[in-house]
């Protein structure tokens, strides 16, 4: 008899002003979750929201959302980096999540994420009936207009198609991958640790990691990219990656029509050329990483 498909969805909140950007998304992220939990406990799955904070951000947590575990560490204790950012590392997250739950799936998301009311619903049925057993899967969001920013408005939010974006920040994976990952000392909250994540999770599957963009599963709520300034991190991240790779290279035949080496060719690799390098020189430059980020505000760019 196969046993029902389980979830625990991790999440790392952070207290941040009430009304700022972050704030807002929050609430109406908690709200999201509160109600597709319900729905789900309604069809009979089980879903446990666990929420993986450092000491004294507890008063983050908010229901449905219970505290589940503490991380020890930040990027900061791996390299100081300016400005200060006690960004945790995405390896930490992960597994004090998945030893905090006896469920058989693993759910990762960021917590600006939010989430339709059959959300659950919809993933126990992809892992029951559209991949075969033990297939993680990512899922793209849909960018719903800024002007949203309040939980009275979420119906409305619900119906709205959004605009998809390919970026990688709902995973859904069975519980035991976990100490397989090769996630280095990548950092959560700047570029390159999620793209590591899909490939090491295609890695350890036996490179059978799927994308889904054909169901509106999550939304957020404008599409800001004020993290795209944060240089050093983006370096930190890009430098944890590549070794990643190297190490997951030098244990694995990784074939070369596998999701992997495909965004090792298109995004790892371009990173590492003379003129990638050199913009990121730039933008150390004091004023032109913000005159970068502003010409990608104003371009509509998301990377």
């Given at each position: 008899?196969?046993?029902?498909?389980?979830?625990?969805?991790?999440?790392?909140?952070?207290?941040?002003?009430?009304?700022s950007e972050?704030?807002?998304?929050?609430?109406?992220?908690?709200?999201?979750?509160?109600?597709?939990?319900?729905?789900?406990?309604?069809?009979?799955?089980?879903?446990?929201?666990?929420?993986?904070?450092?000491?004294?951000?507890?008063?983050?947590?908010?229901?449905?959302?219970?505290?589940?575990?503490?991380?020890?560490?930040?990027?900061?204790?791996?390299?100081?980096?300016?400005?200060?950012?006690?960004?945790p590392l995405?390896?930490?997250?992960?597994?004090?999540?998945?030893?905090?739950?006896?469920?058989?799936?693993?759910?990762?998301?960021?917590?600006?994420?939010?989430?339709?009311?059959?959300?659950?619903?919809?993933?126990?049925?992809?892992?029951?009936?559209?991949?075969?057993?033990?297939?993680?899967?990512?899922?793209?969001?849909?960018?719903?207009?800024?002007?949203?920013?309040?939980?009275?408005?979420?119906?409305?939010?619900?119906?709205q198609p959004?605009?998809?974006?390919?970026?990688?920040?709902?995973?859904?994976?069975?519980?035991?991958?976990?100490?397989?990952?090769?996630?280095?000392?990548?950092?959560?909250?700047?570029?390159?640790?999620?793209?590591?994540?899909?490939?090491?999770?295609?890695?350890?599957?036996?490179?059978?990691?799927?994308?889904?963009?054909?169901?509106?599963?999550?939304?957020?709520?404008?599409?800001?990219?004020?993290?795209?300034?944060?240089?050093?991190?983006?370096?930190?991240?890009?430098?944890?990656?590549?070794?990643?790779?190297?190490?997951?290279?030098?244990?694995?035949?990784?074939?070369?029509?596998?999701?992997?080496?495909?965004?090792?060719?298109?995004?790892?690799?371009?990173?590492?050329?003379?003129?990638?390098?050199?913009?990121?020189?730039?933008?150390?430059?004091?004023?032109?990483?913000?005159?970068?980020?502003?010409?990608?505000?104003?371009?509509?760019?998301?990377?």
């Open positions: 008899m196969t046993m029902p498909t389980t979830f625990c969805h991790v999440i790392n909140p952070f207290p941040c002003p009430e009304n972050h704030g807002i998304a929050s609430r109406i992220t908690y709200e999201s979750l509160r109600v597709a939990a319900e729905e789900a406990r309604k069809q009979g799955i089980r879903v446990e929201i666990h929420a993986i904070v450092l000491p004294g951000d507890e008063i983050a947590i908010k229901g449905p959302a219970t505290l589940a575990g503490y991380l020890d560490r930040t990027v900061q204790d791996i390299r100081p980096m300016s400005p200060k950012r006690p960004f995405i390896a930490d997250i992960l597994r004090v999540g998945a030893e905090s739950s006896e469920c058989g799936y693993l759910i990762f998301t960021n917590m600006d994420i939010a989430v339709q009311p059959n959300f659950y619903v919809a993933l126990n049925e992809i892992v029951e009936k559209r991949f075969e057993p033990g297939t993680p899967f990512t899922i793209y969001r849909r960018n719903i207009s800024s002007h949203y920013d309040s939980i009275e408005q979420l119906p409305e939010m619900y119906r959004g605009q998809i974006a390919y970026g990688y920040d709902c995973f859904v994976f069975p519980k035991s991958y976990v100490p397989q990952l090769d996630l280095g000392n990548c950092c959560i909250g700047a570029a390159h640790f999620d793209y590591l994540l899909f490939i090491a999770l295609d890695a350890v599957s036996g490179f059978r990691a799927q994308r889904i963009n054909d169901l509106p599963l999550t939304f957020h709520i404008g599409n800001d990219i004020a993290w795209s300034s944060q240089i050093d991190y983006i370096e930190h991240n890009l430098m944890e990656s590549l070794a990643a790779i190297r190490r997951m290279r030098g244990n694995l035949d990784i074939p070369q029509d596998s999701n992997f080496a495909r965004m090792e060719r298109a995004h790892f690799l371009p990173n590492t050329r003379i003129d990638s390098r050199l913009l990121r020189k730039l933008k150390r430059v004091p004023g032109i990483g913000q005159l970068a980020l502003t010409v990608k505000r104003w371009l509509g760019r998301s990377h």
